[in-house]
């Protein structure tokens, strides 16, 4: 008798650890999962926030259009800036439609992971397009924008365009070169750690 109430009394042991460990489990998948979207939603409010600001800088640039309508290269320019903006809003918005794809709990790690392999891709071909992108504004919007603010013709003078353009660009590059390994990099490393410590306790079983 002893034998077999030891054995019945190991059986549910065995159960109630077993239960244990599925919870333990679900616990944390729930929880890493709930940190890799976390991590995930810094980029994603960055994404939206640059729509906000391209789509306000967009209507600006209409505006010093109009009044600058007869200097054919300031119109010029204007409206290659706004096709530049443009499209920065466009890459935003399939971004940040990207993000919000990974804020579901529902999906399997091995989805989860999929979506984040191909964000990590699109991130990074569209990344040399974005600083290219960034010259191209900054060239064209610097004198624009001198032009309808302060009637300075930097066009007339090399001498002043050059330094400013150089200054102006090569500020915005190194705001973005951080901005993109303090939070974009960074956000998409955290949320693979947190889905590879779910594998990893999932390979331990």
Known sequence: MEINELKDAWAQYDKKLSKVLKLNEELLRSVNLEKSTFALKKPMILELLNMVIQFCVINVIIALLIQLS???QY???GLIGSLMCAVSFVFSAVKASRFYDLLYYDLSVMHFQKKMTNLRILILRLRKIEYLIAVIIGITLLPLIVKAKAG???FGDLTVFIPAVFCVVGL??????IL???VYDKSIKDAESFLNMIEKFGNEE
């Open 152 to 154: 300075v013709d930097l």
């Open 75 to 77: 119109f010029i320019t």
């Open 172 to 177: 915005g590059l190194i705001f973005g070169v």
């Open 180 to 182: 993109n390994l303090k």
């Open 70 to 72: 007869g200097e054919t």
